[in-house]
């Protein structure tokens, strides 16, 4: 207990950078020696912290609120802590986690726009599901957009996954999430490196998404404009030696951009599930899409259709068919499950 209480007590203080907290762990022999000599750190802003620190007590009552909320508390060492995260420069000290950390081994992280087409979001949830279906657990960041479709996206299929936030475990941020914060808890695992209380802010999320590179054999991007925080996770991951991957998209497209400048700087393209598995996880064999069941027009309309965004208007010009024909063949198979209508007259498939 007293290890763990010091370890989360550094993991909160100034200076130095991470990393040099690991080392100076190491070298020390644990956190509880660390704190016992205090004048063997060099003089800075850390040594000032540990030698001025009574907060033990307010740790030890963390620690059983803690355990009323079925939150486990992880430190970096421990058999239980992820192998490939802790392999990292700057791992977390101490891991809080909501839920139970999935057996798999095989893990890839999903990532992208917070401002997410509808497009966009039905490729996030469609490749999770499908990668999930294999056993591969899922890692993002329970933001809007592409992450909470990627979270959704993993329920659905026979794997989990896991959401890395940039709060405390006891908020959901954001609020509007809730619901599938609560799915996580219950059937994968929320992970966190902040304290009880602590809030969302703004420099957290570059943090946070070191741990969730960190977690990951690789990363796909969907959908993330030049600006993106997807894109510090990408980083982070080739810092780390794991695979970047994007799914390209229209050139015009601002919500394209950062996925597409990945591409053009090396990060594989992705066309299909197949290149997923055969980059990450080779030797796991890909999921055979489910047979269809559409009559000789439904087939005709979803073939036209493509894989990208379509207007009705080009549908009808594609097909040589009348619009309400089109409208017909259209509303048969959104009843189906097997289409999405989109915002403005498009349609994609979902399947």
Avoid: W
């Amino acid at each position: 207990m007293e290890e763990l209480i010091a370890l989360m007590a550094l993991s909160r203080m100034p200076a130095p950078a991470r990393d040099r907290k690991r080392s100076l762990v190491e070298e020390f022999g644990g956190a509880a020696r660390l704190f016992a000599n205090p004048e063997r750190i060099p003089e800075g802003a850390l040594r000032k912290a540990i030698r001025s620190f009574k907060g033990g007590e307010e740790i030890g009552r963390e620690l059983q609120e803690l355990g009323k909320m079925n939150v486990k508390v992880i430190p970096l060492g421990s058999a239980e802590y992820p192998d490939l995260l802790s392999r990292i420069p700057d791992p977390p000290l101490v891991l809080y986690v909501r839920g139970a950390l999935p057996a798999s081994p095989h893990r890839i992280a999903v990532v992208g726009s917070r401002k997410a087409t509808f497009e966009g979001m039905s490729i996030a949830e469609r490749t999770a599901e499908s990668l999930s279906s294999l056993g591969v657990t899922v890692v993002s960041g329970l933001a809007r957009g592409i992450d909470a479709a990627a979270h959704k996206g993993a329920l659905k299929g026979s794997g989990t996954t896991i959401a890395v936030l940039g709060c405390g475990i006891d908020i959901c941020y954001p609020a509007e999430n809730r619901y599938l914060f609560g799915r996580i808890a219950a059937d994968g695992a929320i992970i966190t490196e902040y304290g009880l209380g602590e809030k969302p802010l703004k420099h957290h999320f570059p943090e946070r998404n070191r741990i969730i590179a960190g977690l990951s054999e690789g990363v796909l991007v969907i959908e993330a404009t030049a600006r993106s925080g997807s894109l510090i996770t990408a980083r982070h991951a080739l810092e780390y030696g794991r695979e970047v991957m994007a799914i390209p998209g229209r050139i015009f497209d601002d919500e394209y951009r950062g996925a597409n400048a990945l591409i053009r700087e090396g990060a594989r393209l992705v066309a299909g599930i197949e290149d997923i598995v055969n980059a990450c996880f080779p030797g796991l064999e890909p999921a055979v899409e489910k047979a269809l069941a559409l009559d000789e027009k439904e087939n005709y309309i979803y073939t036209v259709m493509g894989r990208g965004r379509v207007h009705v208007d080009e549908l009808v010009e594609k097909s040589h068919l009348e619009a309400k024909q089109v409208m017909v063949i259209l509303t048969r198979l959104e009843m189906k499950d097997v289409v999405q209508p989109i915002p403005g007259g498009f349609y994609i498939r979902k399947v």
